[in-house]
């Protein structure tokens, strides 16, 4: 399983936070880009982004909590560490956009939120590399996991299974080390609040694994 730590909340800066993570073991970073349309706030648009992260070792998870993925896809494309590109199902045109990640040769990921239903993204299961469960409302880091996202795990183990399907799953949001033992097995575990605002961050990941 691999850990990609959000980098939404920190003790002082971002830069500082940034440079701590690549001294614990981290698969990935995770970037919650938000446009202050498709979620209130703003944050970790495509300039702080790579100005963070460019020429760094770590690979980024990008998950894009924005109504118009293509605008701001451009702009990354100057980053050569991006793992995989996530947009939302909530936006639609998920075809399309998917299409567009794979053109530039990334990894595509569907994110779906607490009230979108696994149903919802079937037809696409064939077509994405990481289907994203959000485990709170997006928009906001250190919010307490919601229940019912939890049982979406196993509909996606259970679905991937039965048609042959290679997909990674992610969890993201309210994860820490008491709430990670109700998950079960994930591909990518997302975490934020709970290892960056730790005293130790790479015994918080380890907590996780
Ligand atoms: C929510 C974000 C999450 C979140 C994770 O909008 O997508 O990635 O910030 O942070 P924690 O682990 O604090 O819930
Ligand atoms: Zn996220």
């Known amino acids: 399983m691999k850990t990609s730590i ?14 701590e993570l690549l001294n614990t073991d981290t698969d990935l970073i995770h970037i919650d880009m938000m446009d202050g349309e498709f979620v209130s706030n703003k944050q970790l648009l495509p300039n702080e982004v790579l100005s963070l992260t ?3 070792s770590k690979k980024l998870d990008v998950h894009m909590m924005v109504k118009d993925p293509i605008k701001y896809l451009r702009e990354l494309q100057e980053l050569d560490n991006i793992n995989n590109v996530t947009v939302h199902e909530e936006i639609g045109n998920t075809s399309y956009y998917l299409d567009c990640i794979h053109e530039l040769g990334l990894k595509a990921g569907l994110a779906i939120n607490p009230d979108t239903e696994v149903n919802k993204i079937l037809q696409f299961l064939d077509d994405v590399d990481v289907v994203l ?3 709170v409302v997006p928009g906001e880091g250190g ?4 229940p019912s996202t939890i049982s979406k795990i196993d509909e996606l183990i259970e679905l991937r299974n039965k048609y042959n399907l290679s997909f990674e799953i992610e969890f993201d949001g309210g994860v820490n080390k008491n709430t990670r033992n109700y998950l079960g097995k994930l591909d990518i575990i997302v975490s934020g609040s709970y290892v960056c605002l730790s005293d130790n961050m790479q015994e918080s990941i380890d907590s996780l694994r």
């Open 133 to 135: 469960i959000m485990g």
């Open 143 to 146: 919010q307490e996991i919601i």
């Open 6 to 19: 959000s980098i939404t909340k920190y003790k002082n800066t971002r830069e500082e936070l940034i440079k």
């Open 54 to 56: 460019k020429g760094i």
